[in-house]
């Protein structure tokens, strides 16, 4: 069974600036994905990043970017010039790869990480 | 398209009733799952199904069933309800991998159910 632990309950970052959520996992898996995921206040699970692990180039939307260590089997997401919207409950989670696991396209969720942007 | 859909937004249950979360999808995704949300805690998986008629076990199932007879819908029934199910309620959907964005679930906007 996959294990997702994140170790930072809450964390909080000036308006502006640079903040790093830390994830590690636990895999017998050689091909999987990585996922981060916001939960605001609204509730509403919305995918902020996904990572291939058979890519070696670390995944990057807009402002979020990850760092995938596969070896080490981290997983971290920083944040770039934080804004107040990017306050919210931020999810790691692990999924094997469905192609060569059928049936097995199931997320597992780390705890969360509570991100709070200062004004 | 609508995405996926839950209802009830909210439920108050009695200890000992029963009742069905209703959850839909108009993206013909053959994947569909039932995740709970406890307070300050990540989601676990209880129910989950690869296509109509097909359904399987998650990580915490018990006290819950679930029937696929349609693409569509992935009804939730909890039977004799307990305080332990107290809990925020989200499906998800997933298309198969033929779509560009077969590894990404879609989820609706959650059930939030508390039993008394």
């Known amino acids: 069974a996959q294990t997702v632990t994140q170790s930072q309950p809450e964390m909080s970052v000036q308006e502006a600036e640079t903040v790093t959520l830390s994830c590690t996992y636990d895999?017998?898996?050689?091909?999987?994905?990585l996922f981060w995921y916001k939960q605001p206040p609204s509730r509403q699970m919305i995918l902020v990043i996904r990572?291939?692990?058979?890519?070696?180039q670390n995944a990057t939307e807009n402002r979020f970017s990850v760092n995938f260590q596969k070896a080490a089997k981290s997983f971290s997401l920083k944040i770039s010039d934080s804004q107040l919207g990017d306050t919210a409950m931020y999810f790691c989670?692990?999924?094997?790869?469905?192609?060569?696991?059928?049936?097995?396209?199931?997320?597992?969720f780390g705890t969360g990480t509570r991100l709070t942007i200062i004004p | 398209n609508a995405g996926v859909t839950q209802t009830p937004k909210f439920r108050i249950l009695k200890i000992g009733q029963s009742m069905t979360l209703q959850c839909a999808q108009d993206?013909?995704?053959?994947?569909m799952y039932w995740y709970r949300q406890d307070p300050g805690m990540g989601l676990k998986l209880i129910y989950y199904?690869?296509?109509?008629?097909?359904?399987d076990k998650g990580e915490v199932p018990n006290g819950y069933n679930v029937s696929r007879s349609t693409t569509e819908d992935f009804p939730l029934r909890l039977e004799l309800a307990a305080p332990s199910q107290t809990s925020v309620y989200f499906c998800?959907?997933?298309?198969?991998?033929?779509?560009?964005?077969?590894?990404?679930?879609?989820f609706g906007p959650g059930t939030r159910l508390t039993v008394l």
């Open positions: 998800a959907s997933k298309g198969g991998a033929l779509l560009m964005s077969y590894n990404e679930q879609f």
């Open positions: 895999t017998s898996e050689n091909n999987y994905y």
């Open positions: 990572q291939e692990a058979y890519k070696q």
């Open positions: 989670a692990f999924m094997k790869h469905g192609l060569t696991n059928f049936g097995n396209e199931k997320l597992t």
């Open positions: 993206m013909n995704h053959n994947y």
């Open positions: 199904s690869v296509g109509a008629g097909i359904t």
